[in-house]
Structure formats: structure tokens, C-alpha cells
């Protein structure tokens, strides 16, 4: 099975370009963009038919065409939240939050077996092999994590301040954003909001275009760049327009 990526703000099916930029009205342009995208696919109504998942009870064991609860407010659950609709998703400060989702994928959950070892340094789980090789034991069902880097070594350089929302830990990781395992499967739910995590990007340079890629990690997904299997990519580009009309104007 194939577990794709996509993210939001995507003003333009066909662009992958996100615009950071301290004109009012561009703000205001992006976040309605994400506003629509949120109250459209990732909020339930009072009278949605859900039940809270946990460990004990997965999603896996949901009654028919019952949902999970979730939804944004589980992550961003404060007005004064860095990505909430008060902050402009955090364009207002130009420190911009991208909704970075896992596609719906039909009965697809994550299995038991041995995380990355990126995730395993970055969750400070990191252990040793025995003799003679991997252990045969796989361990418990893993969570699915996500994680965004520069695309390239020159993207890297200049992409310092991440911070990853999720439901998680809504108030914030520098390391990755964690999905846990009993929010899977999808199975056709109408009230189900596919999960999901907010990467805020801070301190990114003026007028210097970086290429972002947003991988999702578990013991049973293949990533291949070529296909975008299991990632997905976009460009943050940062500009202040006003600033070279008023120089202009001198």
C-alpha cells in the first residue's frame, strides 16, 4: 500500500509555492485559504457520529461509519495559539504554519517493527543491535511521525526554527510531529478528518526561495522521491513587497 502526503495552504492545485509576506491583504488571502480548507475537511459538528479513540479502543474497533474525534481544535486549541485563526495561521508574524497530512488510504495501518533510527535518536529510543543483526522482536505497533527538512543541502542551511503542532503535543516539538497508531484505519467514516500535523516555520530569510520536504515515518512506509511516495514538497518563499514600494517611492 502507498501512503501519500499533501499539504495546505495550496491556494493553486497546480502551485506548491506558499508566499510569506508582510502585505496585509496577501496575509489575509492565505489564511482565507487555509480557513476554508480547515471548517471544509478538518472540523466535526456537535451532531457528527464519533467516539473517542484511544489504545484501548482504536479506531480499528469503531462501530460502522463511526469516526474518530479529531479535528483541529484538538491541536490548535487556544485563540492565542501561534497557528490559530487569530494569528493568520501564524502569516500575520510571518512565521507560517503548513497543515501536513497523510492521504486517505483505505484500511491502511501502521505495524509493528523498528522505526528509523532518525526517529529512534530523535525520541531518544535509540538501541543497539544484538549480535548477529537486528532483533527478530518488532516490538509494539508504531506511531506515525513527520518530520520536514530543506530539500536540499543549501535549504537546510538557512531552515533553523521548526516547530511541529500536533495533537501529540499541541504545544509544540522542535523534533517531529507524532500521529498515534490508533487514529488508523480510515475506513470511509463520512465524519472522519484525516490526521494531520502544523509545521511552523520560523526566522526564514527575506527574498530567498527554499524548498521544503515533509516526510512520514513508520516501520511499514517506503519513501521514493521520484514517485513522492510517503512525502510531499513546497517552497516558502518570504517577502516584503511594502518595504520595496516605499524605497521606491524615495
Given at each position: ?156 542551511d538557512v531552515l533553523s526554527d521548526i516547530v ?42 527575506i527574498d530567498r526561495l527554499i524548498s521544503v ?38
Open positions: 500500500i502507498i501512503v501519500g502526503m499533501g499539504f495546505r495552504p495550496q491556494p493553486r492545485v497546480d502551485d506548491n509555492l506558499i508566499l510569506v509576506s508582510n502585505d496585509p491583504d496577501q496575509q489575509a488571502r492565505i489564511a482565507s485559504s487555509l480557513r476554508l480548507y480547515r471548517d471544509v475537511y478538518l472540523v466535526q459538528s456537535n451532531d457528527a457520529k464519533t467516539e473517542n479513540c484511544t489504545a484501548e479502543e482504536p479506531a480499528s474497533e469503531l462501530p460502522e461509519s463511526t469516526a474518530c474525534l479529531f479535528n483541529w481544535f484538538h491541536i490548535v486549541n487556544t485563540d492565542n495559539h501561534p497557528c490559530s485563526d487569530n494569528n493568520m495561521y501564524g502569516f500575520k508574524k510571518e512565521q507560517p504554519c503548513v497543515l501536513v497530512k497523510l492521504n486517505k488510504v483505505y484500511g491502511w495501518t501502521p505495524l509493528a517493527g523498528h522505526l528509523p533510527e532518525n526517529i529512534q535518536e530523535l525520541r531518544g529510543i535509540r538501541t543497539q543491535e544484538p549480535r548477529g543483526g537486528r532483533s527478530k522482536k518488532p516490538g509494539p505497533v508504531s506511531d506515525v511521525y513527520i518530520t520536514c527538512d530543506g530539500t536540499n543541502p543549501a535549504d537546510r511541529y503542532y500536533s495533537v501529540d503535543k499541541p504545544s509544540g516539538s522542535t523534533k517531529y510531529g507524532a500521529i498515534p497508531n490508533y487514529y488508523f484505519p480510515y475506513r470511509n467514516a463520512r465524519d472522519h478528518v484525516q490526521p494531520f500535523v502544523l509545521v511552523q516555520f520560523k526566522n526564514l530569510p520536504t515533509c516526510k512520514v515515518w513508520a516501520p511499514n512506509i517506503e519513501h521514493d522521491a521520484r514517485a513522492m511516495r510517503g512525502m510531499t514538497s513546497f517552497q516558502l518563499y518570504r517577502t516584503h513587497p511594502n518595504e520595496k514600494a516605499d524605497n521606491n517611492d524615495d
